[in-house]
């Protein structure tokens, strides 16, 4: 694969994780504290709402994820068998690993927990529950936290990676 092309599909990469995990932190950083002057129920609703907003932003994130990384993988294969051999090699699989606790996370927010909000959001209006809404809102600050943590550390094992991928690295 020609060098340009190479730099274009790792760059492509790299700023379709960082779109995926930065969407992420902007939402639990800027817009969730702004939607609690709302009020519960409202913010509830408002947040699942925007959520699906996201949501395209991340299938965009990881269908490019997907494509670049499966291509990396293809142009590389010969290189990655004795690569498990090396500590980048764990590196590596930590990583996918940890994309897989990613892409899970992902998949149980947008068919779980965000229709959860949205009809907890719609029973709310018409009989408001702040027991259960404080109980969905819970459910989605920690599996947040979680997509966090984990997406900081993806990111942070992919810049691992790079350094020990160099020559002498």
């Given at each position: 694969?020609?060098?340009?092309?190479?730099?274009?599909?790792?760059?492509?990469?790299?700023?379709?994780?960082?779109?995926?995990?930065?969407?992420?932190?902007?939402?639990?950083?800027?817009v969730?504290?702004?939607?609690?002057?709302?009020?519960?129920?409202?913010?509830?609703?408002?947040?699942?709402?925007t959520?699906?907003?996201?949501?395209?932003?991340?299938?965009?994130?990881?269908?490019?994820?997907?494509i670049?990384?499966?291509?990396?993988?293809?142009?590389?294969?010969?290189?990655?068998?004795?690569?498990?051999?090396?500590?980048?090699?764990?590196?590596?699989?930590?990583?996918?690993?940890?994309?897989?606790?990613?892409?899970?996370?992902?998949?149980?927010?947008t068919?779980?927990?965000?229709?959860?909000?949205r009809?907890?959001?719609?029973?709310?209006?018409?009989?408001?529950?702040?027991?259960?809404i404080?109980?969905?809102?819970?459910?989605?600050?920690?599996?947040?936290?979680?997509?966090?943590?984990?997406?900081?550390?993806?990111?942070?094992?992919?810049?691992?990676?790079?350094?020990?991928?160099?020559?002498?690295?």
């Amino acid at each position: 694969m020609p060098a340009f092309l190479g730099g274009l599909l790792g760059t492509l990469h790299v700023l379709s994780a960082v779109a995926w995990v930065g969407s992420v932190i902007y939402h639990f950083v800027a817009v969730r504290p702004a939607l609690r002057l709302l009020g519960e129920g409202r913010a509830l609703g408002m947040e699942a709402r925007t959520a699906a907003r996201y949501t395209m932003v991340t299938w965009v994130s990881l269908g490019l994820l997907a494509i670049t990384g499966f291509i990396a993988v293809a142009t590389h294969w010969a290189a990655l068998s004795p690569l498990l051999a090396r500590p980048a090699g764990l590196v590596l699989l930590l990583k996918l690993a940890l994309v897989a606790v990613l892409s899970g996370i992902f998949l149980l927010q947008t068919y779980g927990y965000d229709p959860f909000a949205r009809r907890v959001f719609r029973a709310s209006q018409d009989a408001f529950n702040p027991p259960r809404i404080r109980e969905a809102a819970a459910d989605r600050n920690t599996l947040f936290i979680i997509y966090i943590v984990t997406g900081v550390l993806v990111i942070a094992l992919s810049v691992a990676l790079s350094g020990l991928l160099r020559p002498g690295g």
